[in-house]
């Protein structure tokens, strides 16, 4: 079972360069959003999904964009990276918005310099 | 606003000790309460939840009880083994913050043999 797969796993970009992190899932989740989480404030929502089409904005968007044009795939895009989003990234997914598990991806470890 | 403060860690034990993980939060309202755990390289996932005060949640030999009076929520196990050697974060979700997750800082903990 395959889940939520984020890709890469690793990656270092220098100021100003882009890159978009994929996170893909094989459950027919409606539910999708990306996380950061970085040392000691827990995970802090970037953006998230309720379906194709539709994205929003979570707790810390700036910086980052998002588009959701299949249920499968949930991209995130760094137009201009800063050391400020040295992070690690973690995209998740669930049936809807309601109360149901959240499964979340392993991770994608990001370093700018 | 909703928060949620754990300890930091690193937590280190020896094997057959007894863990104790503590987290508080703060919310508007009344919160569902989780425990996500995260192994070396792989995604979080759900350990246990409670969804009402005294509800006590358990998996794997975990338990924690969800204690309104403490606002608490302390994820314990009487007798870890190496393998529960993880990142373990504290989380709550409310249905008036469209069920967003909040997420602790995380916790490490290591188990010695």
């Known amino acids: 079972n395959a889940g939520v797969t984020q890709t890469p796993k690793f990656q270092v970009l220098k100021t100003g360069q882009s890159m978009t992190l994929q996170c893909a899932q094989d459950?027919?989740?409606?539910?999708m959003s990306w996380y950061r989480q970085d040392p000691g404030m827990g995970l802090r929502l970037i953006h998230y999904?309720?379906?194709?089409?539709?994205?929003d904005q979570g707790e810390v968007p700036n910086g980052y964009n998002v588009s959701r044009s299949t249920t499968e795939d949930f991209p995130l895009r760094l137009l201009s990276a800063a050391p400020s989003q040295t992070s690690v990234y973690f995209c998740?997914?669930?049936?809807?918005?309601?109360?149901?598990?959240?499964?979340f991806g392993a991770g994608t470890r990001l370093s700018v310099l | 606003g909703n928060s949620v403060t754990q300890m930091e860690g690193p937590v280190t034990l020896s094997e057959e000790a007894f863990l104790t993980i503590n987290c508080t939060y703060t919310?508007?309202?009344?919160?569902?309460l989780f425990w996500y755990v995260q192994y070396p390289g792989e995604g979080l996932q759900l350990l246990l939840k409670?969804?009402?005060?005294?509800d006590k949640g358990s998996n794997k030999g975990f338990e924690a009880t969800y204690r309104k009076e403490t606002t608490s929520f302390h994820l314990e196990k009487g007798s870890v083994q190496v393998s529960d050697s993880a990142v373990y974060f504290c989380?709550?979700?409310?249905?008036?913050?469209?069920?967003?997750?909040?997420f602790g800082g995380g916790t490490r903990v290591l188990v010695k043999p």
């Open positions: 999904s309720v379906g194709a089409g539709i994205t």
């Open positions: 919310a508007t309202g009344y919160p569902s």
């Open positions: 998740a997914s669930s049936v809807d918005r309601g109360e149901n598990i959240q499964y």
């Open positions: 409670a969804t009402k005060a005294d």
């Open positions: 989380a709550l979700r409310l249905k008036a913050a469209g069920n967003k997750l909040t």
């Open positions: 459950m027919n989740h409606e539910y």
